[in-house]
T-cell receptor, first 110, second 111 residues
Framework: EPEVTQTPSHQVTQMGQEVILRCVPISNHLYFYWYRQILGQKVEFLVSFYNNEISEKSEIFDDQFSVERPDGSNFTLKIRSTKLEDSAMYFC????????FGPGTRLLVL | RKEVEQDPGPFNVPEGATVAFNCTYSNSASQSFFWYRQDCRKEPKLLMSVYSSGNEDGRFTAQLNRASQYISLLIRDSKLSDSATYLCVVTPSGSARQLTFGSGTQLTVLP
């Protein structure tokens, strides 16, 4: 069964550093998303991406965040200058109809 | 008011029990409704979509009441493997596809 994959599974970084989280959505899917989940809290929508552009973003998705689909398969989330409060699990998702989630990247900002 | 509200639990039930979870949502124009399950430190996985007419998938039954803005999930004959956090999820009006999650209800099925 096709699945969404994410790399790395874990990332530790220093405050102020840039991180890039990578995702490979399911190949025939058209819509791509990033969500985050701070430990012990609910899953929160960050951004959706369709037809090579952002279609929606939440208030969490400020100027420190960017997304890109650099080639036909990868979908990336960049955090330019990480803050302590960016520590969370970041999930990528894709869909035609049903959204399927990747296993997540656990980001720890020190 | 939270967009999607759930009783956080925890619900601790014996194997074989029937358990029900409830959820309310604030946006009356919400379009689509789902139950996802999330195991500890894992990604959310779709359990079932929820339709106005109610729907059943094996031991799981979901109901939607649009007038009351209320969604329910019933699990019959609980198994140990049902232990997880159950997430009530809606797609808001005006949004093509983003999902809005509740905080989840934690279920532990005990042997």
């Amino acid at each position: 069964e096709p699945e969404v994959t994410q790399t790395p599974s874990h990332q530790v970084t220093q405050m102020g550093q840039e991180v890039i989280l990578r995702c490979v959505p399911i190949s025939n899917h058209l819509y791509f998303y990033w969500y985050r989940q701070i430990l012990g809290q609910k899953v929160e929508f960050l951004v959706s991406f369709y037809n090579n552009e952002i279609s929606e973003k939440s208030e969490i998705f400020d100027d420190q965040f960017s997304v890109e689909r650099p080639d036909g398969s990868n979908f990336t989330l960049k955090i330019r200058s990480t803050k302590l409060e960016d520590s969370a699990m970041y999930f990528c998702a894709s869909n035609l109809e049903t959204q399927y989630f990747g296993p997540g990247t656990r980001l720890l900002v020190l | 008011r939270k967009e999607v509200e759930q009783d956080p639990g925890p619900f601790n039930v014996p194997e074989g029990a029937t358990v029900a979870f409830n959820c309310t949502y604030s946006n009356s124009a919400s379009q689509s409704f789902f139950w996802y399950r999330q195991d500890c430190r894992k990604e959310p996985k779709l359990l079932m979509s929820v339709y106005s007419s109610g729907n059943e998938d094996g031991r799981f039954t979901a109901q939607l009441n649009r007038a009351s803005q209320y969604i329910s999930l019933l699990i019959r004959d609980s198994k140990l493997s049902d232990s997880a956090t159950y997430l009530c999820v809606v797609t808001p009006s005006g949004s093509a596809r983003q999902l809005t999650f509740g905080s989840g209800t934690q279920l532990t099925v005990l042997p």
